[in-house]
């Protein structure tokens, strides 16, 4: 049988070991960051009802990231914390090809949560570098 001091001791060593090193860490909204993965683009509904009227809704083809990995998102200041994040949709402030779609690219950017109707995923990228790589 066990001490009863050997016993706490050995319940208070395993809870402190840490968890933290298990999972990977989650990124900010706001700072830069670097994505990879590869871009492609959707047709979504757009106005007026976004998909609740299909017959009469717009279409909207948008841009996304596939990432190679999933990532998880700190809460913003608003509250938006975000987990197994695996589609970003790309926001490009410039020129934009549409010979990238279907490429494998890591993307400098500054994430954000998503705000409007416009967004379709709780996680967007402001895009302000692409890097291609070789298919």
């Not at 050997?6 to 809870?15: E, N």
């Not at 106005?47 to 998102?73: F, K, M, Q, W």
């Not at 990228?125 to 692409?130: G, L, R, W």
Request: positive net charge; proline residues 7%.
């Amino acid at each position: 049988m066990i001490p009863k001091a050997i016993l706490l001791f050995l319940i208070v060593a395993i809870s402190a070991v840490p968890t933290g090193s298990v999972r990977a860490k989650c990124m900010k909204y706001g700072p830069a960051v670097v994505v990879t993965g590869r871009i492609v683009a959707k047709t979504e509904y757009g106005p007026p009802n976004y998909g609740e009227d299909p017959a009469h809704d717009s279409r909207e083809t948008r841009l996304y990231i596939r990432l190679d990995a999933p990532i998880c998102v700190d809460a913003s200041r608003d509250g938006w914390a975000a987990t197994d994040v695996r589609l970003m949709q790309l926001i490009y402030c410039c020129t934009f090809h549409k010979d990238w779609i279907g490429k494998r690219a890591s993307l400098n950017g500054r994430l954000t949560p998503w705000e409007t109707g416009h967004h379709y995923t709780p996680v967007l990228i402001e895009v302000s570098k692409t890097k291609f790589f070789a298919n």
